[in-house]
């Protein structure tokens, strides 16, 4: 049972938007910058997000993350096909003094 | 581009010890940054095992904790991951990973990126 609580999965049609939540405590969120990964079928974790917010360079605008007291958000707009993948969030927890990510979101194209 | 590859051994048996090696290039291991390792059970989420410093200072996740061991060698910028007394439990995908600390206010700010490709590893009986 992680720490950080995300939807099993979520479907939703191309070109619609769809948002990821990601609620954690005072002791994960609350207190640290949240980032978010996307991880397509067999390959690694990619970075989508750092700093709650932060898009890097290389990473389509369409995607963006928020953060609010203990629950933070990824946002994708503009679906594709090819945005099809599991989605996991990450931050540390000052608590249990390790990095704790999300169970992880299976985004469905349909 | 920074790279990270994983390299060891796919296949290991039940109450042996697991050993895996992160070659880093395009980045010395001696900056401000931590050097990661996360696992993943086939068909589950991600799981933080630990990360280690350029000066040998490393973290450990509590419920690993008395069977890892992670060190770091600076002259061949590379850093590796010892499990211990491994089950069928510790199958899964290995992946090494660059904690980005070094312009984060606090280390608890950091991310990880870039990420290995993963390796397999499997515990047989």
């Known amino acids: 049972q992680s720490l950080l609580t995300q939807p099993p999965s979520m479907s939703a049609a191309p070109r619609q938007r769809v948002t990821i939540s990601c609620s954690g405590s005072?002791?994960?969120?609350?207190?640290?910058?949240v980032s978010w990964y996307q991880q397509l079928p067999g390959k690694a974790p990619k970075r989508l997000i750092y700093?709650?917010?932060l898009v890097p360079s290389g990473v389509s605008a369409r995607f963006s993350g928020s953060k609010s007291g203990t629950s933070a958000s990824l946002a994708i707009s503009g679906l594709q096909f090819e945005d099809e993948a599991d989605y996991y969030c990450?931050?540390?927890?000052?608590?249990?003094?390790?990095?704790?990510f999300g169970g992880g979101t299976k985004l469905t194209v349909l | 581009q920074v790279q990270l590859q994983e390299s060891g051994p796919g296949l290991v048996k039940s109450s042996g010890t697991l050993s895996l090696t992160c070659g880093v290039s395009?980045?010395?291991?001696?900056?401000?940054?931590?050097w990661s390792w996360v696992r993943q059970p086939p068909g589950k989420g991600l799981e933080w095992i630990g990360e280690?410093?350029?000066?040998?200072?490393?973290r450990y996740n509590p419920s690993l904790k008395s069977r890892v061991s992670i060190k770091v060698d600076k002259y061949k910028n590379e850093f590796s991951l010892k499990l211990s007394s491994v089950t069928a439990a510790d199958t899964a995908v290995y992946y090494c990973?660059?904690?980005?600390?070094?312009?984060?206010?606090?280390?608890?700010?950091?991310?990880?990126?870039?990420w290995g490709q993963g390796i397999l590893v499997t515990v047989s009986s």
């Open positions: 280690i410093f350029h000066d040998g200072r490393a």
């Open positions: 990450a931050t540390w927890d000052d608590s249990l003094s390790a990095w704790v």
């Open positions: 005072s002791s994960n969120i609350g207190n640290n910058a």
């Open positions: 990973a660059r904690l980005n600390a070094a312009i984060a206010v606090k280390l608890g700010d950091a991310w990880f990126d870039p």
């Open positions: 700093y709650d917010d």
């Open positions: 395009d980045d010395p291991i001696a900056s401000l940054n931590w």
